[in-house]
């Protein structure tokens, strides 16, 4: 459990103990149990929304992959302006990982 043996998690529980006092040791358990609880709730809402949202999406996704390949169409949507026709004075810099400049090709 979150790697650590049994002998880590006795040293834990030991120490909790002596700061917090058998009685808070309780109290402080169940808020965090709470906390937890309400941590987790958020989280499945956020991923129920998430979902929600992007399921129009996939299924326009997936209706697009079932679409056969029309080459006119391909065209269509090819950009007519691209870094391979550009003149090399036109084409945009672009920033290396070492953060030098260079120009793409």
Not at 50 to 74: F, G
């Amino acid at each position: 459990m979150f790697g650590l043996s049994f002998g880590e998690m006795a040293i834990v529980a030991i120490l909790v103990l002596v700061l917090l006092g058998p009685d808070q040791v309780p109290a402080v358990a169940r808020t965090m149990g709470k906390a937890l609880r309400d941590f987790r709730r958020a989280t499945d809402g956020i991923k129920q929304q998430l979902a929600a949202e992007m399921a129009p999406v996939e299924r326009t996704l997936e209706d697009v992959a079932d679409l056969p390949e029309d080459p006119e169409l391909a065209r269509a949507f090819t950009p007519a302006v691209t870094p391979a026709n550009l003149p090399p004075e036109r084409v945009p810099e672009t920033v290396t990982a070492s953060g030098t400049s260079d120009r793409a090709a």
